[in-house]
């Protein structure tokens, strides 16, 4: 069994990695801090975290060193500058990228003498640490387990497996869950204020409509898992005319309608496919790739 790690550096101080800094530090954890503008790094000695003046000096500060940048190609920008300090490091890279990127990015470190892990936060920095915050890991498990505990202030730790491009993969498919549906809030918005009507008013039917989808993403995995999705020609097209209506009515009132059109788009495929050729074809089928 591996030692468990005891120190830590934060490469990256934009919004997550500041909260990423507040976390570990008020779990008591002593840790250094290195950011492209010093200004940044300058500012998190108020939480007590140590600056280093360079990259190599954030290295050598570290057991663990956690990566909080834009991408993976900013990885490689800011250790290129000190590669000859990597060998015996653990870099946790909690950057957003592809599972591809990711896989490409543990070669390299361990190329160069040093572990990965890699990591994706379903939290927002205000969120970062809670009760709800949750961290998804993969790599070499004696990897995550020597610093699973020090990372654990971020947020429940999730070991998703070996293969390092697990974590991104879930990550990724959770974002696009996010992103589609804040789209959608925010083009229903939209439709509510271009009619002139409050957008207050509208919230709590909005809050109630949403309620708690664990049951249905249950019964939507299910049918993707038993029967390729919802196979029924009644449901397209009910669904088709839903979402034309919802694309006229936005429309109507002068709101943008390239989010509804695409929405619309995939109902219609999928009713068209299953007219062609007389097999109900679902639209999870079509999202997965229909030949």
Known sequence: MSRAASSVTVIGLGPMGQAMVRSLRASGLELTVWNRSPEKAYAMKEFGAAHAETVAQALDAGEVIVVSLTDYDAMY???EQAVDHLPGKTIVNLSSDTPAETRAAARWV???GGRFLAGGVLADGEGLGGTDSLVFYSGEREVFDSCAEVLRPLGRPEYLGVEVGLAQLYYQAVLAIFL???LAFEQALAMIDRSGEPIARFLPYAQQSMGDVTALYAA???MATDTGGWRDIGHLRMMTAGAGHVAETAAAVGVD?????AVQNHWLRALSESERTGVPVST???LRGWS
Do not use: E, I, K, Y
């Open 180 to 182: 589609s549906g804040l």
């Open 110 to 112: 361990s190329a160069r």
């Open 257 to 261: 309608t390239g989010l509804a059109r």
């Open 220 to 222: 939507v995995a299910a």
């Open 284 to 286: 999870f089928q079509l």
């Open 77 to 79: 920008d800011v250790l």
